[in-house]
C-alpha cells in the first residue's frame, strides 16, 4: 500500500487539499477552493501536468471537492494511480475527548457535533468536509486529526479558568489550545536540528502565522499554550484581539450597545494587528513600519510586547528552557518581530546573533549566537505533512 494521504481542510467557504506523501512529505499536488457558495467561487491546483487557476460558481463543499477530483484528473497526478492510503482531515477542535487522532465513522461524526458548540466557526465546515469526502470516497479510511489533540497533556491547573468549577465540568469551558499540528510538528523539527533527543528538551514555540499561538513543550508534551477554549485567547494575530481584560466585554455592551454578535465579530475579526493599523498582513505592516508609519509601528510594538510576556511566562513555567523556535508566516519569515520579541533577554541566556537572524532562508536554521545558552531556531512548519503521517499511522 502507498503512503499517499488526501489531506483536507475544510473552511466554512473554502476547501484546502494536498497530496502527501506520509513517508517522505513530497506533496505532488496541493489545491485551494475558495468563495464557496458565493456568486463566482476560484479554484487553483498545483500539479505534475501544470497548474490550474479558474474561477467558477461553487455551491458547496461536495462541488469543490468534485472541482479537486476533476482537477487531479486533468493536472495531475492520478489518484487512480497512485492509490491513496487515506484521506487525512484537519478538525479544529476535539474537546477533552481527543488526544489522539481517530478513525472517522458514524460515532465520531456524531461527537464532533457535539463539540460545535465550542468552535461554531470551525467545527461545522469540518464536518461538511468529512461528510462529503465520506460520500465521494465510500472505500478509503479516513481520519481526524484535531489542532487540540496536542495539548490534552496540559494539567489541571493549566487548563482550569478561575471560574465557577461546573463551568469547566458541566460546560466544557476551559483552555484547550491549538495549532497542535502544528506543534507536534515543529517540536521534532526543533529536536533533529538540535541534534537531541525531544523527550529531554524543554521548548517555547512561537507559531505566529495569521493565527497566533504559543506553547511550554517539556519533553514532546504541552504543557501551557496561550489559545484557550477557543483561538481568541493570548497573543495578538492578524485580526485577533487575544488577551484582554474580560470585563472589556460587559463594557462594549453596556456603554457602546454593541450585541453579543457583535462583539463577537469585532474580537475575532477588526481587532489584532488589523484594529491596531488597519491590515492584518505582517509583510505590508512592516513595510509601512520601515517608511515611518505610526500606527503600523505602535502594532508592531503591541505584538511584539505581547509575545515577550509569554516569553517570559512560559520560562518561567518550564523552569529551564533549551531552545525557543518560531514558526509559520511572520515566526519564519520576520527578523523584526524576532528580534524584538527577544530585546534585552540576555540575563536569561537568550541572545540572537544579528547576521543569523536577518539572513534568508528557507531551512529549519539556528538563529541564536554560539554562545547563547537558549537556542533560538526558526522552523518552517509543516501541518499538511503532520495529518498525512499521524494518519498512516493510525491506520497501519
Ligand atoms: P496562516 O495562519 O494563514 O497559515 P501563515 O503562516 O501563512 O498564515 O502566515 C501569514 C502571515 O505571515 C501574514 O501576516 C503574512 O504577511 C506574514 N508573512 C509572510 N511572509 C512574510 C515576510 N516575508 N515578512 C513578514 N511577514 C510575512
Given at each position: 500500500m502507498s503512503d499517499y494521504v488526501l489531506v483536507i481542510n475544510a473552511g466554512s467557504s473554502s476547501l484546502k487539499y494536498s497530496l502527501v506523501d506520509?513517508?517522505?512529505?513530497?506533496?505532488p499536488a496541493v489545491g485551494l477552493v475558495e468563495q464557496?457558495?458565493?456568486a463566482e467561487g476560484h479554484h487553483s491546483h498545483r500539479g505534475p501536468d501544470g497548474e490550474l487557476s479558474t474561477k467558477l460558481k461553487v455551491e458547496n463543499h461536495e462541488d469543490a471537492l468534485r472541482a479537486a477530483l476533476e482537477a487531479f484528473s486533468s493536472h495531475g497526478p492520478s489518484l487512480d494511480d497512485v492509490e491513496l492510503a487515506a484521506i487525512g482531515h484537519r478538525v479544529v477542535h476535539g474537546g477533552a475527548r481527543f488526544g489522539d487522532p481517530a478513525l472517522i465513522d458514524d460515532e465520531l461524526v456524531a461527537a464532533v457535533t457535539e463539540l460545535v458548540p465550542l468552535a461554531p466557526l470551525h467545527n461545522p465546515a469540518n464536518l461538511e468536509g468529512i461528510e462529503v469526502a465520506r460520500r465521494l470516497f465510500p472505500d478509503l479510511r479516513q481520519v481526524a486529526v484535531f489542532?487540540?489533540?496536542?495539548?490534552?497533556?496540559?494539567a489541571p491547573e493549566a487548563y482550569?479558568?478561575?471560574?465557577?468549577?461546573e463551568l469547566r465540568d458541566?460546560?466544557?469551558?476551559?483552555r484547550y489550545g491549538f495549532h497542535g499540528t502544528s506543534y507536534a510538528f515543529v517540536a521534532a523539527e526543533a529536536a533533529r536540528l538540535l541534534d537531541r533527543d525531544l523527550a529531554d528538551l524543554n521548548l517555547i514555540v512561537l507559531h505566529l502565522g495569521n493565527g497566533c499561538s504559543a506553547a511550554a513543550i517539556r519533553g514532546g508534551e504541552?504543557?501551557?499554550?496561550?489559545?484557550?477554549?477557543?483561538?481568541?485567547?493570548?497573543l495578538v494575530m492578524g485580526t485577533r484581539s487575544g488577551?484582554?481584560?474580560?470585563a472589556i466585554h460587559a463594557h462594549l455592551a453596556r456603554e457602546?450597545?454593541?450585541?453579543v454578535a457583535e462583539i463577537d465579530q469585532l474580537l475575532n475579526h477588526g481587532s489584532g494587528l488589523k484594529g491596531l493599523a488597519?491590515?492584518?498582513d505582517f509583510r505590508e505592516l512592516s513595510e509601512r513600519r520601515e517608511a515611518g508609519d505610526a500606527r503600523a509601528q505602535l502594532a508592531f510594538d503591541v505584538y511584539c510586547h505581547r509575545i515577550k510576556k509569554y516569553v517570559g511566562a512560559y520560562y518561567a513555567v518550564l523552569g529551564t528552557v533549551d531552545a525557543i523556535v518560531f514558526t509559520a508566516g511572520v515566526g519564519q519569515h520576520s527578523a523584526a518581530a524576532r528580534a524584538a520579541s527577544l530585546a534585552n533577554l540576555e540575563r536569561l541566556g537568550i541572545e540572537l546573533d544579528e547576521s543569523r537572524n536577518t539572513a534568508s532562508g528557507a531551512d529549519a536554521r539556528r538563529v541564536s549566537a554560539?554562545?547563547?545558552?537558549v537556542a533560538v531556531l526558526v522552523v518552517p512548519t509543516n501541518e499538511e505533512w503532520q495529518i498525512a503521517r499521524e494518519t498512516v499511522a493510525l491506520i497501519r
Open positions: 506520509a513517508a517522505s512529505g513530497a506533496a464557496i457558495g458565493e489542532d487540540t489533540a496536542f495539548h490534552q497533556t496540559l482550569t479558568y478561575a471560574l465557577p468549577l458541566d460546560h466544557g469551558i476551559r504541552s504543557v501551557d499554550t496561550s489559545m484557550g477554549m477557543t483561538p481568541l485567547e493570548g488577551d484582554l481584560d474580560p457602546l450597545g454593541k450585541s488597519g491590515g492584518n554560539d554562545d547563547s545558552p
